[in-house]
């Protein structure tokens, strides 16, 4: 039915809402998960949703990249939502692993001046930043054991501005 497939283009494709569809592999490229909220799904949810990006970064940095520029189009059609976009497409300034201790530090550049100051941005519960945050890394990373956030290389800045935004926002 055309009006059903102008309606939610998905279903007219055979897919329901909240459910991924498997990126096609080719050489020079390898599958990495990022983890999105969808309203239209269980509540308090992330799902993994695959992409596929060139192996010319680690699969780490490349899915924390692919997390902070938000679903794709396709992904979006199929009820994925973030509060991270365009405008948080370019904040993330360091990944480094260190294998001995399990430790992975990310350094950011304004991450939490460009969040959107709505109640639960930031939080460690779905649909927030930090939720999406933490599930990119820890899920399909199981080596990693701890993760250090810093803003312009400080952890206390890192939380301090995390502090400030949450407490102006809730």
């Known amino acids: 039915?055309?009006?059903?497939a102008a309606r939610d283009p998905p279903a007219a494709l055979?897919?329901?809402r909240c459910e991924v569809v498997e990126p096609v592999s080719g050489a020079g490229r390898r599958r990495i998960v990022v983890y999105f909220a969808c309203p239209e799904g269980t509540p308090g949810q992330l799902y993994p949703v695959p992409?596929?990006?060139?192996?010319?970064?680690?699969?780490?940095e490349a899915a924390l990249r692919a997390l902070l520029s938000r679903p794709t189009d396709?992904?979006?059609?199929?009820g994925f939502t973030s509060l991270l976009g365009p405008h948080t497409s370019n904040v993330l300034r360091s990944v480094r692993f260190a294998s001995?201790?399990?430790?992975?530090?990310?350094?950011f550049d304004g991450l939490t001046t460009r969040v959107p100051d709505v109640?639960?941005?930031?939080?460690f519960l779905p649909p927030g930043v930090m939720a999406e945050l933490t599930w990119t890394i820890f899920a399909p990373f199981p080596e990693v054991q701890a993760v250090r956030f810093s803003e312009g290389g400080s952890e206390r800045?890192?939380?301090a501005s995390t502090a400030r935004a949450k407490n102006?926002?809730?």
């Not at 039915?1 to 059903?4: C, G, L, Q």
């Not at 992409?51 to 780490?60: E, F, G, I, L, Y």
């Not at 396709?74 to 199929?78: G, K």
């Open 100 to 107: 001995g201790t399990g430790t992975l530090s990310v350094d």
């Open 157 to 159: 800045a890192f939380w």
């Open 1 to 4: 039915d055309e009006d059903a």
């Open 51 to 60: 992409r596929m990006t060139p192996d010319s970064v680690s699969a780490m």
């Open 119 to 123: 109640p639960g941005a930031r939080s």
């Open 14 to 16: 055979g897919v329901a």
């Open 74 to 78: 396709a992904e979006r059609s199929q």
């Open 168 to 170: 102006s926002c809730e």
